[in-house]
C-alpha cells in the first residue's frame, strides 16, 4: 500500500491505519445505516482501554506480567501493586497513585530491566552486584562494560572494582547517562586511571570533555565526482 512499512513516529503509524480503516468501513456505511435504528444506546461510562491485574514486586525489585519480566524502583520491594495493561504500555498503582509508567514487553520471557531501578540498592550492598542475576543488564552502553572490564584489571580486589563501578553508575542515574558515557570514553581512550572523582570532575566541566564532531559534514565526500571535459 505504502512501498514500506518503515514510519517516521507513531502518529504516522495512526494516520496510516485510520486510512485503511476508513477506506474498509466506506463500503459498509450503507449496512451500518440499516443496522443502527435497532443499536442500543452508548454507555454513558466509556469501557476501560486496559485490563488489570494484582502483582507483588519480588526482592531482585522485579515484577511478573503475562509472563514478562520488568524492573521497578527499589523501594517498592515486597509491595503488591495494580498494573493496568494498555495495548502500549502498563502502568503501576498504588492506593490510586501511578507510581510508573512503562513500555509493554509483548512475547513471553522477555526483559524489561532499567538499572536506575536497582542502583541505589546496589550502592547500599554492592556486594550483591557480582551475583545479580540481571547483571548483564547493568551496564547501559558498550562503554560502560569496557570501564567495568578497566576497573576489574585494575583492582586486585573484586568488590572494590564493583564498588567504584557502581558510583559511576549511580552518576549515570542521577545525572546524564550521555556525560557520564562520554567521560568514561574518554578516560578509556587515553588509558587513565578511572576514579570517580575524575568523572564527576568532568561532569561539573564540560570543557574537559572532547567536542562532539558532527558526522553530517562528512555528507559531502558521498557527493558524485564533479566530471571536467577533457579529464578522464
Given at each position: ?97 501511578c ?30 552486584f ?7 543488564e ?26 567504584v ?68
Amino acid at each position: 500500500m505504502r512501498g514500506s512499512r518503515d514510519f517516521a513516529n507513531r502518529q504516522d503509524y495512526a494516520a496510516c491505519l485510520q486510512k485503511v480503516f476508513s477506506a474498509l468501513n466506506a463500503s459498509r456505511q450503507e449496512r451500518l445505516d440499516e443496522e443502527r435504528p435497532h443499536l442500543g444506546a452508548v454507555p454513558k461510562r466509556p469501557l476501560d482501554s486496559y485490563q488489570r491485574a494484582e502483582v507483588r514486586v519480588s526482592k531482585w525489585s522485579t515484577i511478573r506480567v503475562r509472563k514478562n519480566t520488568y524492573s521497578v524502583p527499589s523501594r517498592l520491594i515486597g509491595a503488591r501493586l495494580q498494573v493496568r495493561m494498555y495495548a502500549d504500555g502498563i502502568e503501576l498503582w498504588s492506593a490510586q497513585t501511578c507510581l510508573e509508567r512503562i513500555p509493554r514487553l509483548h512475547g513471553c520471557d522477555q526483559l524489561r530491566i532499567d538499572y536506575r531501578h536497582l542502583v541505589d540498592a546496589l550502592v547500599r550492598k554492592p556486594s550483591a552486584f557480582a551475583h545479580d542475576r540481571y547483571r548483564t543488564e547493568l551496564y547501559p552502553t558498550h562503554t560502560f562494560r569496557l570501564a567495568y572490564d578497566a576497573l576489574q584489571d585494575a583492582h586486585t580486589d573484586c568488590l572494590c572494582a564493583d564498588k567504584v563501578y557502581l558510583k559511576m553508575l549511580h552518576l549515570a542515574a542521577k545525572q546524564t547517562e550521555a556525560q557520564v558515557d562520554t567521560a568514561l570514553a574518554c578516560l578509556l581512550a587515553c588509558n587513565a586511571a578511572i576514579p570517580v572523582q575524575a568523572v564527576q570532575h568532568m561532569l561539573d566541566d564540560p570543557a574537559q570533555n572532547p567536542s562532539v564532531v558532527d558526522v553530517q559534514v562528512y555528507d559531502g565526500l558521498l557527493q558524485p565526482p564533479v566530471s571536467v571535459e577533457g579529464v578522464r
